[in-house]
């Protein structure tokens, strides 16, 4: 495991955190509804306690909430700057279910209980040991609870046309991202993890969002502002570059590009312990 339980993330200590702050925001508010319907499916109903474990600025954290009335969601985050957006967020909204707490994934708090539904999206990717936070979880999920981990798999990642750079700016914001623990190829080992852990049932079904349905330019800053911060300083200079050429999708008529997010579940057996 490396030295900082936040891997990959550690907000605050980014070059733009406003920019990397807004991106989260924008990230996650933009498929809220897609979301919505990808909870549904993997079994997300009304009455569950619900975990939004690494919840960030808390937009997810605030879908949870509505789902599961009259039922409570607690989001957990390493980042006390982060909670605190989230908290003002859902007080902005009047959301009366959701709590938040300071937690690291790898020592959760028992005080927290047990949970129907546990879900951690975009948190896998930044750890530097994936399947002992997977064993620090599971404590944490009923008997007969759901967990659902939800990640991204850059080799699933595509740009058509493909611009000149393309590849060359995923690949060293990949290598930046694998120096701080992080793996931009977390999405095909999920259902793999999820199996060796324990849990029963396990599946992995592969959404696509494309930039028909965010527009390119939100669709490249998405996929690229978080990326643009993990290329090391001495390739700064060609990232930028890179940018550039990529960017220009934005005015290409018949530009497209695509993203895929893994969604993997898995249940907790109901002859096992809490
Ligand atoms: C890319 S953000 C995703 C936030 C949110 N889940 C979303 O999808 O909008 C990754 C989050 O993981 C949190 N994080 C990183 N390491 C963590 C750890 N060890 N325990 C809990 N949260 C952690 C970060 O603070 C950050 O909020």
Same mark, same amino acid.
């Given at each position: 495991?490396?030295?900082?339980a936040?891997?990959?993330y550690?907000f605050?200590t ?9 991106? &989260?925001k924008?990230q996650?508010?933009?498929? %809220? @509804?897609?979301? /919505?319907?990808? #909870?549904? =499916?993997v079994? +997300?109903?009304?009455g569950?306690?619900?975990l939004d ?7 997810v954290t605030? &879908? ?6 009259p %039922? @409570?969601?607690? /989001?957990?985050? #390493?980042? =006390?700057?982060? +909670?605190h957006?989230?908290?003002?967020y ?6 009366r279910?959701a709590?938040?707490?300071q ?23 930044h750890?530097?040991?994936?399947k ?5 979880i ?19 990642l595509?740009?058509?046309?493909e ?9 060293r914001?990949a290598?930046?991202?694998?120096r ?16 060796e852990?324990?849990?029963?049932q396990?599946?992995?079904?592969v959404?696509?969002v494309?930039?028909?349905q ?5 669709f ?25 050429e990529i960017y ?5 008529k018949d530009?497209w590009g695509?993203?895929?997010v893994f ?12």
């Open positions: 495991m490396g030295d900082h936040a891997g990959s550690a605050g980014f070059d733009e955190n406003q920019d990397e702050l807004a991106r &989260l924008q996650a508010a933009i498929v %809220s @509804e897609m979301e /919505g319907r990808v #909870l549904r =499916e079994g +997300l109903k009304p569950m306690r619900a474990l690494a919840c960030g600025p808390g937009i605030a &879908l949870l909430a509505e789902m599961v009335t %039922s @409570e969601v607690i /989001g957990v985050d #390493l980042s =006390e700057d982060l +909670l957006e989230a908290h003002a859902l007080e902005s909204r009047g959301t279910n709590t938040f707490q937690g690291d994934v790898y020592s959760l708090d028992g005080s927290l209980g047990v949970f129907d539904f546990i879900y951690t999206r975009f948190l896998f990717q750890l530097a040991d994936p002992l936070a997977l064993s620090k599971l404590p944490r999920l009923s008997p007969g609870g759901r967990l659902c981990v939800v990640d991204i798999d850059d080799a699933w595509t740009l058509h046309p611009p000149a750079g393309f590849r060359a700016f995923t690949k914001a290598e930046g991202q694998s701080s623990g992080g793996d931009r190829n977390v999405g095909r080992k999920l259902g793999g993890m999820l199996q852990a324990g849990l029963e396990v599946d992995v079904h959404t696509t494309n930039s028909q965010l527009g390119m330019r939100n490249l800053d998405i996929t690229t502002g978080f990326k643009k911060e993990q290329v090391s300083e001495e390739h700064s200079n060609a990232a930028g570059k890179d940018l550039e220009k999708c934005v005015d290409m530009a695509f993203v895929a969604v993997a579940t898995g249940i907790k057996g109901r002859n096992e312990s809490p």
